[in-house]
């Protein structure tokens, strides 16, 4: 029979949010800053940035650095444990799940058709098997936000304003948060419009947010989400994909207006109240 601890997800303060999104930005934009302002400095210090780069992936993982730092600070090694245990939330209705796998491929391949693309990602001469490693270099880059920008922004929001709100922030200083990477050359962002994806920032937080709440604050569901959007089998839809996907966050919205509007149903702990050991 599993034995169940209490984890004080009370001392978990909302104030604890401004000291994530402070160390977030302090490491994302002290990396790529440098990079910017001093790029023949750090060149010759740490090589020339690249999406494989380690400082890369330092400086995307940010948000999660932030969110364990968090937990650990105000509920230790036993908080951490519980916070981690929502990857192991995965229940939630079916209708979410084809979503995240039908639909948002769906949307990519649309956008790439409307442009005159293919239906998916061009293979290298290499075949599958670079595409597979890449998918999987995929997962352990951006999804990784997911611990810090859901696992612990979203359900301190939804304290105190309903799910689209807390979901539209936490899109808006998404999208700032990526900004000094479109002045980054050596990255994907260098040759993306910011405007769009700042759009497709706020869109997809909203997006997300529905899952989030129906799957009870699981952190797998978000990851895969994110996953989803990055994709290497998926076309190249710019900027297809982000119109596309503002249409069916409005869907979406306008469905579970009864939620989205309100906190009642909301996920609000960091940290759930009781760890199964």
Same mark, same amino acid.
């Given at each position: 029979?599993?034995?169940?601890?209490?984890?004080?997800?009370?001392?978990?303060?909302?104030?604890?949010?401004?000291? #994530?999104?402070?160390?977030?930005?302090?490491?994302?934009?002290?990396?790529?800053?440098?990079?910017?302002?001093?790029?023949?400095?750090?060149?010759?210090?740490?090589?020339?940035?690249?999406?494989?780069?380690?400082?890369?992936?330092?400086?995307?993982?940010?948000?999660?650095?932030?969110?364990?730092?968090?937990?650990?600070?105000?509920?230790?090694?036993?908080?951490?444990?519980?916070?981690?245990?929502?990857?192991?939330?995965?229940?939630?209705?079916?209708?979410?799940?084809?979503?995240?796998?039908?639909?948002?491929?769906?949307? #990519?391949?649309?956008?790439?058709?409307?442009?005159?693309?293919?239906?998916? /990602?061009?293979?290298?001469?290499?075949?599958?098997?670079?595409?597979?490693?890449?998918?999987?270099?995929?997962?352990?880059?951006?999804?990784?936000?997911?611990?810090?920008?859901?696992?612990?922004?979203?359900?301190?929001?939804?304290?105190?304003? /309903?799910?689209?709100?807390?979901?539209?922030?936490?899109?808006?200083?998404?999208?700032?948060? %990526?900004?000094?990477?479109?002045?980054?050359?050596?990255?994907?962002?260098?040759?993306?419009?910011?405007?769009?994806?700042?759009?497709?920032?706020?869109?997809?937080?909203?997006?997300?947010?529905?899952?989030?709440? /129906?799957? %009870?604050?699981?952190?797998?569901?978000?990851?895969?989400? %994110?996953?989803?959007?990055?994709?290497? #089998?998926?076309?190249?839809?710019?900027?297809?994909?982000?119109?596309?996907?503002?249409?069916?966050?409005?869907?979406?919205?306008?469905?579970?207006?009864?939620?989205? #509007?309100?906190?009642?149903?909301?996920?609000?702990?960091?940290?759930?109240?009781?760890?199964?050991?």
């Amino acid at each position: 029979m599993p034995i169940s601890i209490e984890i004080p997800t009370q001392k978990l303060p909302f104030t604890a949010l401004f000291f #994530f999104l402070g160390t977030t930005f302090l490491i994302t934009w002290g990396v790529i800053g440098g990079y910017i302002f001093s790029p023949d400095a750090m060149i010759k210090a740490f090589g020339a940035i690249s999406g494989s780069h380690p400082l890369f992936f330092l400086a995307t993982w940010a948000p999660a650095i932030a969110a364990f730092t968090v937990v650990m600070l105000y509920g230790g090694s036993a908080g951490l444990k519980g916070f981690l245990s929502r990857l192991l939330l995965w229940r939630c209705p079916a209708s979410w799940w084809l979503f995240i796998l039908i639909l948002i491929p769906l949307v #990519f391949m649309a956008g790439s058709l409307i442009k005159g693309g293919q239906l998916l /990602a061009p293979l290298p001469p290499e075949g599958m098997v670079p595409v597979f490693g890449l998918m999987f270099m995929m997962l352990l880059l951006g999804p990784i936000e997911e611990f810090g920008w859901r696992g612990l922004a979203q359900p301190l929001l939804q304290r105190y304003m /309903a799910p689209i709100w807390a979901g539209a922030l936490i899109g808006t200083v998404w999208g700032i948060w %990526h900004l000094p990477a479109f002045f980054l050359s050596g990255v994907v962002f260098a040759e993306w419009s910011f405007l769009p994806f700042f759009i497709g920032n706020i869109t997809l937080a909203i997006l997300v947010t529905p899952i989030f709440n /129906a799957s %009870h604050g699981s952190l797998a569901l978000p990851v895969l989400f %994110h996953w989803q959007l990055i994709n290497p #089998f998926w076309p190249d839809a710019q900027p297809w994909d982000t119109w596309l996907l503002v249409f069916v966050a409005a869907v979406v919205v306008w469905w579970k207006r009864y939620t989205m #509007f309100s906190r009642e149903g909301a996920v609000t702990e960091v940290i759930p109240q009781e760890a199964q050991l």
